[in-house]
């Protein structure tokens, strides 16, 4: 079965960190760009980092520049989100997916991509 399992969510107060993890399963991440998403309730889904297959380019939102690192992983078929400084507006349900369009400027869902169930990362005191 092919799949994307994203995991590592939690609660965290406010400057605390957090790794998420998206592991694939039934494929292999190698040959995939692949980026992390978020939805906080009401709001509507934005991009918070992507890297491509090979690792050269990496995209990140405005909002988590220099607080988060993507990396990833090719022998555990494993891409990270190392979140640090959270703040409160981090708040949100965190996917990752692998149909996505990237450059160094930006980061897109492509029409296809599919979506899990995500982690929940809630930031509060």
């Known amino acids: 079965q092919v799949q994307l399992v994203e995991s590592g969510g939690g609660l965290v107060q406010p400057g605390g960190s957090l790794r998420l993890s998206c592991a694939a399963s039934?494929?292999?991440?190698?040959?995939?760009?692949v980026g992390w998403f978020r939805q906080a309730p009401g709001k509507e889904r934005e991009g918070v980092s992507c890297?491509?297959?090979?690792?050269?380019?990496?995209y990140y939102g405005d909002s988590v520049k220099g607080r988060f690192t993507i990396s990833r992983d090719n022998g555990r078929n494993t891409v990270y989100l190392q979140m640090n400084s959270l703040r409160d507006e981090d708040t949100a349900v965190y996917f990752c997916?692998?149909?996505?369009?990237?450059?160094?400027?930006?980061?897109?869902?492509?029409?296809?991509?599919?979506w899990g169930q995500g982690t929940q990362v809630t930031v509060s005191s």
């Open positions: 997916t692998v149909d996505v369009v990237i450059t160094a400027r930006s980061c897109g869902p492509t029409a296809r991509a599919s």
């Open positions: 890297i491509t297959n090979t690792g050269a380019i990496t």
């Open positions: 039934g494929f292999s991440l190698r040959y995939s760009n």
